[in-house]
């Protein structure tokens, strides 16, 4: 019989104490009544995962239903300690992490540990090349310990790949032993995006929105264990998508409550991820494709380098929005958050290495300056911070298409080349200074921009007559569109199934006039100088591309036509 492993009350979550002013790690019942004492660092992809439990966590037990009573929260000097400790003890035995009937997080209906712990492993996740990065997995695993097999359980059920996985037994999905069509979970399908506050009291309150909880919404601790064969569900509410089973885990204890091996099949899909998970999760960020469909909100440049300002033009748009955000916002417009609290927005995606998703080659995760409260509560401030960010979008896109078209050269060999660099610093200077001196922070961060192109310029093999005209046309009519045309219809050829002379006028199509010509985006695909299929051409024009943009940026995942993350 394995050792109980209370995670309420164990030591496994890792935090920073302010009153020994040391890292510690604490349970789930400490690290939310003395919230106000801790700080959770988010840093890696597992501190985004022991996040959202702590969130969705609180959610379940006390956080407040609407904004009153955030308020009040608040400017509480803790949380509600009492409902916490309440809540905790009513549940307490379904946070036993090896209980037999309903372990925490895992199914009871598994029973067969065809895997041993490297499944756990962070590294696994990268495919077959994973042990050329991960040398421990070369060879077999030590046992975990209980309180990194928890962290690690946390991680697995957040980022695991899709593709193709063990069939539970009984699975009626099963085909030779296996179950297809595996789905990536809700986070690994977005774009993760957090506030982080002074204290984890304050990051809490930061990423929960009051809400009603909605009727039948529960977390996985309250229900009972997920049965071991892969469902089809809708997301009844918050709480469960924050704690969705998208996989079916069970871990394996030894007799001194070490883990040893691991259950994992496939889990909880969704009809529609993306549609079901922005309005649900307050913790996304998401664009609005001129179609209305939400995607995930992109950060990162063509090289995967998170781009520092990205975060706020989440402040002031229609196109784009995160809830946590809009939360923050308004908190601070009823003049709740103090005027010189800082906010800042932590982003996070998953890049995986193929079109299948099936194995990762980064999760990064991005700390990111928004500003403080008191220039949140400005809707001037707002859209000024927005704009100045949306610049060195704009400049950066200039940059490149200038580059392909003055050297001649593709794409491919250009583009990855004329990325804005080394803008960390002088983003937040810029942020700093807009509270006091508007004006003098947008010079201030327009100089900037403009100095990381010049190093672009600088660096690259130009001719020196390229170099010159490059650097007169750049800044020119930042944001360009490439003209767009409307074509006469016309009447296709007769073919053997229709008489001669019975000519039919077909559909309008759109012509741009890009690359040196006029094209339809099916003709584009085909141009030299196109570098995706034309299914990505077409994704990304609906989705507000610029068209030569979207012709000419490389896919993320390596391939020609590969998906942009």
């Known amino acids: 019989m394995p050792i109980p492993y209370l995670l309420t009350t164990e030591s496994w979550l890792p935090v920073w104490d302010l009153d020994t002013s040391t890292p510690r790690t604490v349970g789930l019942h400490e690290a939310l009544v003395r919230a106000?004492?801790?700080?959770?660092s988010v840093a890696r992809s597992e501190d985004v995962a022991a996040l959202r439990l702590l969130v969705a966590l609180y959610d379940a037990a006390a956080a407040p239903r609407e904004a009153a009573e955030w308020d009040a929260a608040w400017r509480a000097d803790t949380l509600d300690t009492g409902a916490v400790t309440a809540y905790l003890e009513r549940w307490n035995d379904h946070f036993d992490l090896f209980h037999p009937a309903h372990p925490a997080l895992q199914s009871a209906a598994l029973t067969e540990y065809a895997r041993g712990p490297e499944a756990l492993h962070p590294g696994s996740l990268g495919g077959d090349s994973a042990a050329w990065f991960n040398p421990a997995l070369y060879g077999p695993l030590p046992p975990y310990p209980a309180d990194e097999a928890a962290l690690l359980l946390l991680h697995l059920l957040t980022y695991d790949v899709a593709g193709i996985k063990r069939a539970a037994p009984g699975d009626p999905a099963t085909k030779g032993g296996k179950v297809y069509g595996s789905k990536l979970g809700p986070v690994a399908s977005a774009t993760h995006c957090h506030l982080t506050g002074r204290t984890l009291k304050d990051t809490l309150l930061l990423n929960l929105p009051p809400a009603p909880r909605a009727p039948g919404d529960t977390p996985v601790w309250e229900r009972d264990t997920p049965p071991a064969v892969t469902r089809t569900r809708t997301p009844a509410g918050r709480l469960d998508l924050l704690t969705w089973p998208s996989r079916r885990?069970?871990?394996?204890?030894t007799d001194t409550g070490t883990v040893d091996a691991v259950a994992h099949h496939d889990g909880d899909r969704m009809t529609d991820a993306w549609q079901q998970t922005s309005p649900l999760d307050?913790?996304?960020?998401?664009?609005?494709?001129?179609a209305g469909q939400p995607t995930p909100f992109p950060f990162l440049d063509l090289s995967g380098w998170p781009q520092p300002w990205r975060a706020a033009v989440l402040l002031d748009s229609t196109r784009e929005h995160s809830a946590v955000i809009q939360h923050v916002t308004a908190a601070a417009q009823r003049g709740a958050l103090e005027p010189d609290l800082l906010v800042r927005g932590v982003l996070s995606t998953t890049v995986h290495s193929n079109r299948h998703a099936s194995s990762i080659s980064d999760i990064p995760v991005a700390s990111m300056e928004l500003g403080t409260a008191g220039q949140l509560a400005d809707p001037a401030a707002r859209e000024q911070l927005a704009n100045m960010a949306r610049y060195a979008g704009a400049i950066g896109r200039n940059l490149r298409l200038h580059a392909v078209t003055i050297?001649?050269?593709s794409s491919a060999q250009v583009a990855p080349r004329m990325l804005l660099a080394d803008l960390d610093t002088a983003w937040s200077q810029a942020v700093d200074f807009h509270s006091d001196a508007p004006q003098d922070a947008r010079e201030l961060w327009s100089d900037a921009v403009h100095e990381a192109a010049e190093r672009c310029i600088d660096a690259?093999?130009?001719r020196p007559l390229e170099a010159a005209k490059l650097r007169t046309v750049y800044r020119t009519n930042p944001d360009p569109q490439p003209k767009q045309r409307t074509a006469k219809p016309r009447t296709p050829k007769p073919t053997g199934s229709r008489p001669a002379g019975a000519g039919q006028?077909?559909?309008a199509v759109t012509?741009?006039?890009?690359?040196?010509?006029?094209y339809t985006l099916s003709q584009l695909s085909k141009h030299p100088d196109c570098v995706v299929s034309y299914p990505t051409l077409r994704k990304r024009v609906d989705d507000g591309w610029d068209?030569?943009?979207?012709?000419?940026?490389?896919?993320?995942?390596g391939s020609r036509g590969g998906a942009q993350q």
Not at 249 to 253: D, F, S, W
Not at 282 to 290: G, H, V
Not at 511 to 518: C, E, H
Request: proline content about 9%.
């Open 282 to 290: 307050p913790m996304t960020a998401w664009s609005t494709s001129k």
């Open 249 to 253: 885990l069970r871990l394996h204890a």
């Open 547 to 557: 068209v030569t943009e979207a012709a000419t940026t490389p896919g993320s995942r």
């Open 511 to 518: 012509v741009y006039d890009v690359l040196g010509g006029s």
């Open 505 to 507: 006028r077909g559909p």
């Open 460 to 462: 690259f093999p130009f």
């Open 36 to 40: 106000h004492r801790l700080v959770l």
């Open 407 to 409: 050297s001649g050269r």
